[in-house]
């Protein structure tokens, strides 16, 4: 009898225990590493989601780890322990780009993650110098690849640097469309703008929530977009897949774990943060970025990294850009 007794006040203690490690996981913040300095659109989208699902989720502590091209932030991600106290920030640049730019990497972007979620995509635009266009009669996309292809290497173009997404943009485009112009990298995209708004450089592969004011304002021509579809903020721009099937470079970023974080996790995580993706006030906020939610499955979003992985070799190859 007080064998029994015994045995039963032991699993009831064991419960209490197990009871109060679940509610300590579930206070406990979790740590959202933005592989880019603060103030960006992505570390921006980071804030306000995680404001989003505080009520879920608890506290999300928002966590800037800048360097190597997102590499840095990336690779504290991949090293964390696998179970969703700490989730990260996988972007164009992270996950499909940088493994074919640069010679080392710390991590793995095939095998080092389980995705939860993707987050958004920001189309990319073509834009030219708005007096630019006018000297040379350029008011179109017809006119701009008309004036290309029977100029070679008379248009310059810049960007944020070797590998960036402009410059991978701007040979992609290069090699379907057939035209040869001059490409001059600058140390990072603002750089690369101010060079296009002074005209030292023609035309631009541009983020569209960078180039919106200046297209607005009259200063640049938008000529065309990077995404398979138009533009809900540009919708008189034609998309350049229009011309050439399947032509996509756009700006994407969503939400990963550590390899091995358990699928319940993951779930729980996706259904938070689908959650925060489909508010209406959400939709609005990111709207003021021109940036479009995308949320899904942590199935489609692995499937569509490994697909921007796989697109990118050829991309990044071609441009014969790499990082020591």
């Given at each position: 009898?007080?064998?029994?007794?015994?045995?039963?006040?032991?699993?009831?203690?064991?419960?209490?225990?197990?009871?109060?490690?679940?509610?300590?996981?579930?206070?406990?913040?979790?740590?959202?590493?933005?592989?880019?300095?603060?103030?960006?659109?992505?570390?921006?989208?980071?804030?306000?989601?995680?404001?989003?699902?505080?009520?879920?989720?608890?506290?999300?502590?928002?966590?800037n780890?800048?360097?190597?091209?997102?590499?840095?932030?990336?690779?504290?991600?991949?090293?964390?322990?696998p179970?969703?106290?700490?989730?990260?920030?996988?972007?164009?640049?992270?996950?499909?780009?940088?493994?074919?730019?640069?010679?080392?990497?710390?991590?793995?972007?095939?095998?080092?993650?389980?995705?939860?979620?993707?987050?958004?995509?920001?189309p990319?635009?073509?834009?030219?110098?708005?007096?630019?266009?006018?000297?040379?009669?350029?008011?179109?996309?017809?006119?701009?690849?008309?004036?290309?292809?029977?100029?070679p290497?008379?248009?310059?173009?810049?960007?944020?640097?070797?590998?960036?997404?402009?410059?991978?943009?701007?040979e992609?485009?290069?090699?379907?469309?057939?035209?040869?112009?001059?490409?001059?990298?600058?140390?990072?995209?603002?750089p690369?703008?101010?060079?296009?708004?002074?005209?030292?450089?023609?035309?631009?592969?541009?983020?569209?929530?960078?180039?919106?004011?200046?297209?607005?304002?009259?200063?640049?021509?938008?000529?065309?977009?990077?995404?398979?579809?138009?533009?809900?903020?540009?919708?008189?721009?034609?998309?350049?897949a229009?011309?050439?099937?399947?032509?996509?470079?756009?700006?994407?970023?969503?939400?990963?774990?550590?390899?091995?974080?358990?699928?319940?996790?993951?779930?729980?995580?996706?259904?938070?943060?689908?959650?925060a993706?489909?508010?209406?006030?959400?939709?609005?906020?990111f709207?003021?970025?021109m940036?479009?939610?995308?949320?899904?499955?942590p199935?489609?979003?692995?499937?569509?990294?490994?697909?921007?992985?796989?697109?990118?070799?050829?991309?990044?190859?071609?441009?014969?850009?790499?990082?020591?």
């Open positions: 009898m007080a064998t029994s007794l015994t045995r039963r006040l032991a699993l009831v203690t064991l419960g209490l225990v197990g009871l109060c490690g679940i509610s300590q996981a579930q206070t406990k913040p979790i740590r959202l590493i933005v592989p880019y300095a603060a103030g960006g659109p992505i570390d921006v989208t980071a804030r306000v989601l995680a404001e989003r699902v505080k009520d879920s989720l608890g506290p999300i502590i928002v966590e780890r800048p360097g190597a091209g997102g590499n840095i932030g990336a690779d504290v991600v991949a090293k964390a322990t179970d969703g106290s700490v989730i990260g920030i996988a972007a164009t640049a992270t996950h499909a780009v940088n493994p074919w730019l640069y010679r080392r990497m710390p991590y793995n972007a095939a095998t080092d993650f389980t995705p939860i979620t993707q987050i958004v995509r920001v990319n635009v073509l834009v030219i110098n708005a007096n630019t266009a006018k000297r040379l009669g350029i008011a179109s996309l017809p006119d701009f690849l008309r004036y290309a292809r029977a100029n290497g008379r248009l310059n173009y810049g960007s944020g640097g070797n590998g960036s997404a402009g410059h991978l943009a701007g992609l485009f290069k090699a379907r469309a057939g035209v040869y112009a001059v490409h001059i990298p600058y140390n990072g995209g603002s690369a703008q101010l060079a296009l708004l002074s005209g030292q450089v023609d035309f631009n592969f541009d983020n569209l929530a960078t180039a919106a004011p200046n297209i607005q304002s009259g200063k640049l021509l938008a000529l065309a977009v990077t995404t398979p579809t138009r533009s809900a903020a540009l919708p008189a721009v034609p998309a350049l229009e011309l050439w099937q399947g032509f996509s470079i756009d700006t994407w970023w969503g939400l990963v774990a550590p390899a091995g974080t358990p699928s319940m996790v993951v779930q729980r995580l996706n259904q938070a943060f689908v959650h993706l489909q508010a209406p006030e959400t939709q609005t906020r709207a003021s970025l940036a479009e939610p995308v949320p899904s499955t199935q489609a979003f692995g499937q569509f990294m490994g697909a921007e992985l796989s697109k990118y070799e050829a991309v990044v190859k071609a441009s014969g850009a790499h990082v020591d």
